[in-house]
T-cell receptor
Framework: GENVEQHPSTLSVQEGDSAVIKCTYS??????FPWYKQELGKGPQLIID?????GEKKDQRIAVTLNKTAKHFSLHITETQPEDSAVYFC???????????FGTGTRLKVLA | DTGVSQDPRHKITKRGQNVTFRCDPI?????LYWYRQTLGQGPEFLTY????????KSRLLSDRFSAERPKGSFSTLEIQRTEQGDSAMYLC?????????????FGSGTRLTVV
């Protein structure tokens, strides 16, 4: 079955710097890759997603890149702000199944 | 629409007791999912429904767990004879299907503590 590895487990950056979180997946059939942000005491919130027919997607300060050959995808946050501090999860899915396999999460701290 | 609602937010129970959680999905979403999240881990799939039909159950869902979605609206997750290992956050999510699928919307979860 699918396995998703996520690195790093914790990441501290200065406000205004960029943050990059990386994930690898094992099942080449996976074709949908969402990223979720989870704040303390709340459920995960979808922030961006990418399908396997594109290599990059951008939404304001957030971008995701996908390398299907290497089976890895990354989340890039530019111009980080304190409110970006949270736990971020990547996930992989075969979209027709609607079932996600999540990574273990990255705790991002943006230092003011 | 107010999003996905879960009740209760927190539940403390003694080992051996039964507990039931409720999830109200976004009204136009026909898919509903249950995930479990332990401390420091990502959510793990438990089960999902399309309308009222339960289509898949994870092997994580032992015989002590049962989920229902009567009439394809709200869902309940019941854990019988709770064990300390059941302590976790139970997350519910919903989504449309097909061309309208744009990822899950999660609720805020029910945090279960078994003492």
């Amino acid at each position: 079955g699918e396995n998703v590895e996520q690195h790093p487990s914790t990441l501290s950056v200065q406000e205004g710097d960029s943050a990059v979180i990386k994930c690898t997946y094992s099942d080449s059939a996976s074709n949908y890759f969402p990223w979720y942000k989870q704040e303390l005491g709340k459920g995960p919130q979808l922030i961006i997603d990418i399908r396997s027919n594109v290599g990059e997607k951008k939404d304001q300060r957030i971008a995701v890149t996908l390398n299907k050959t290497a089976k890895h995808f990354s989340l890039h946050i530019t111009e980080t702000q304190p409110e970006d501090s949270a736990v971020y999860f990547c996930a992989a899915s075969i979209e027709s199944t609607y079932k996600y396999i999540f990574g273990t999460g990255t705790r991002l701290k943006v230092l003011a | 629409d107010t999003g996905v609602s879960q009740d209760p937010r927190h539940k403390i129970t003694k080992r051996g007791q039964n507990v039931t959680f409720r999830c109200d999905p976004i009204s136009e979403h026909n898919r509903l999912y249950w995930y479990r999240q332990t401390l420091g881990q990502g959510p793990e799939f438990l089960t999902y429904f399309q309308n009222e039909a339960q289509l898949e159950k994870s092997r994580l869902l032992s015989d002590r767990f049962s989920a229902e979605r009567p009439k394809g609206s709200f869902s309940t997750l019941e854990i019988q004879r709770t064990e300390q290992g059941d302590s976790a956050m139970y997350l519910c999510a919903s989504s449309p299907t097909g061309d309208r699928f744009k990822g899950y919307t999660f609720g805020s979860g029910t945090r279960l503590t078994v003492v």
